[in-house]
């Protein structure tokens, strides 16, 4: 009897396995799933910050607080910057940027918090901006079977859940 062949590298050909087999370390980093992932958000990300500048003149960080607070108002700096993945430090600047351009507005809360929400014109902005990012997203998942789009979905969803479960084991 012989022994079946091992499975080679991926279609990545970067020689890590892709088979998910547990047969000992990967020697790369570029086999390790945390780097491919954030490789590709970069990428995705770096071409939108280059549209969205161009088109809107906002960064990155301004297009996600603006689509945050276009998809749910009011929010509070704290939660915002919890939504965004920035720091508060990050956020207030950010917004700090936008209420300067007319693009949102601070209005005390409860206690001493303050909420935040968009203008007319931050308003107006977000449909344009979204409108761009449907478009966007459909042109990354054009390249996907409706399967794998759902096997994607899945995998995200899984990995996420996860991620944040090591994240509370490490605090």
């Excluded at 508060?88 to 206690?111: C, D, H, N, P, Y």
Aim: with cysteine; glycine share 8%; charged share 25%.
């Amino acid at each position: 009897m012989t022994e079946p062949a091992a499975p080679t590298g991926g279609a990545r050909g970067d020689g890590a396995r892709s088979d998910g087999a547990g047969t000992g370390p990967r020697t790369t980093i570029q086999g390790l799933l945390s780097y491919r992932l954030s490789r590709v958000s970069n990428a995705m990300s770096r071409s939108a910050a280059l549209r969205y500048r161009r088109e809107f003149d906002v960064s990155l960080g301004e297009w996600r607080t603006i689509a945050l607070l276009g998809a749910n108002s009011p929010q509070t700096l704290n939660k915002l910057a919890r939504l965004a993945a920035l720091d508060k430090a990050q956020m207030s600047r950010v917004v700090a940027k936008l209420t300067v351009r007319g693009l949102i507005l601070r209005e005390f809360g409860a206690g001493r918090t303050t909420e935040l929400t968009l203008t007319r014109r931050g308003q107006a902005l977000y449909k344009r901006l979204i409108e761009a990012a449907n478009e966007r997203n459909e042109a990354f998942l054009v390249c996907l079977t409706e399967h794998e789009r759902e096997v994607l979905d899945t995998a995200l969803d899984k990995l996420a859940t996860l991620a944040r479960a090591l994240e509370r084991a490490e605090r």
